[in-house]
């Protein structure tokens, strides 16, 4: 028996610019913050993607058996520049965008990243407040950056690292990369002033669940944020099965066993981590010892509040990490015609009313098969 591919439904294209124009003369279409898709989900985080090369090959993202010297990777023509990215962003913010994630492929690869950093540190948000500006990272290159970053207007770092023991997080990144640069890195970040960062720790059942413990005990305390994350169903190239998928819950009773926590509220609405502080030996909640988190989105869907959208390295924009198609917003930034801020945002909050995507929570029901899909867009492309 073949599997069968149910598609979500895809980003529509971009409209017509004299469709947009139409839509606002009959007052169908308006920019503010209340924009909401249909699922009544309000725009709050656009995380964009800066590049689609990379410098490890992780088995769950970029595989070498796919993402190998062969590979063709976007031409430079074809990246978004860094005043199309800002001007974008800028639009978004029309909307009630509040905070950026800068991703990639590895965004430290993009050659003057900070000059994108300081032009989007000027940005304000709907209530004039300065965005929340963070970067997704490997590490690999943040002991030389992490100044640069810091003075350009970076406000956090969320750092991919799923083992510490050297010989599995070589297997890992299968660059032979080891985990001591990392760990340099966020030493050097947090030396030059970042307060807050975060460690990501993908956990893939039968690889890395050995280093659940000692990832915690290694961050425990340590000013750094540690958050695990399922295996998820994310592209076409990796290979993904359910039977290697170790549910969140397995790993929070793990840590159960070693420490006591208490589950801590969401600091807002669209939080896709489930959080948990550590008890001291009195048994009270004691912020020094930090957390950890949970993103669960194979076992517990968090689409009914998903406000985010991922904007690909190309320009396109997409509404669901697992798309299969997204909105060409490059084009109309950079049509003379309608490369104003205004216009653009007008034709941001057209595609955001027709949102509807809830992938997640489909699949966590039953109504959409779990696993890879062809058509479905690599996550190296659109960012974590």
């Known amino acids: 028996m073949t599997d069968r591919y149910i598609p979500i439904i895809d980003q529509r294209k971009a409209s017509s610019s004299a469709e947009v124009a139409q839509l606002i003369q009959q007052g169908k279409l308006t920019v503010n913050d209340k924009v909401v898709d249909r699922l009544s989900r309000p725009f709050r985080d656009l995380r964009i993607s800066v590049t689609d090369r990379c410098n490890f090959r992780c088995s769950y993202c970029m595989p070498k058996s796919v993402f190998d ?3 063709a990777y976007l031409p430079q023509k074809d990246l978004l520049r ?12 029309r909307l009630g965008v509040k905070k950026i994630r800068i ?4 965004p430290l690869l993009r ?4 000059v994108l950093i300081a032009q989007l540190s000027e940005l304000r948000t709907t209530h004039g407040e300065p965005l929340d500006l963070t970067l997704t990272t490997n590490a690999s290159l943040l002991k030389r950056k992490a100044q640069s970053l810091k003075d350009a207007g970076l406000k956090r770092l969320t750092i991919s690292l799923d083992a510490m023991d050297d010989a599995i997080f070589r297997q890992m990144n299968d660059m032979d990369f080891p ?3 990392v760990l340099q890195g966020i030493d050097t970040a947090l030396a030059v002033g970042f307060e807050d960062i975060k ?3 993908v956990v893939k059942r039968g690889t890395n669940e050995s280093q659940i413990v000692p990832m915690a005990a290694h961050f425990r305390g340590s000013g750094v944020a540690l958050r ?3 295996y998820m169903d994310v592209g076409a190239s990796n290979g993904w099965r359910m039977d290697e998928v170790l549910p969140s819950s397995e790993v929070l009773a793990l840590l159960q066993t070693r420490w006591k926590l208490k589950a801590l509220p969401a600091k807002s609405v669209g939080e896709t981590a489930k959080r948990y502080g550590y008890l001291n ?3 009270d909640l004691d912020p020094n010892l930090g957390e950890v988190g949970f993103i669960s989105s194979v076992t517990q869907a968090f689409c009914g509040d998903c406000n985010r959208a991922r904007l690909s390295t190309d320009g396109r924009l997409f509404s669901c990490l697992f798309a299969t198609d997204g909105a060409n917003i490059r084009d109309l930034v950079r049509d003379a015609s309608t490369e104003d801020i205004d216009t653009l945002a007008h034709h941001l909050a057209h595609l955001w009313q027709g949102r509807s995507d809830q992938y997640s929570a489909l699949r966590q029901a039953g109504v959409l098969p779990a696993g890879n899909a062809k058509q479905r867009i690599e996550m190296s492309y659109i960012g974590g």
């Open 69 to 71: 010297r062969d590979y």
């Open 179 to 181: 985990v001591s640069d």
């Open 199 to 201: 460690v990501n720790m």
């Open 111 to 114: 050659k003057n990243l900070e």
């Open 228 to 230: 695990f994350i399922e």
């Open 281 to 283: 030996d009195r048994g």
């Open 103 to 106: 991703t990639g492929g590895e």
């Open 82 to 93: 860094f005043e199309e990215i800002t001007t974008i962003a800028a639009a978004a913010t």
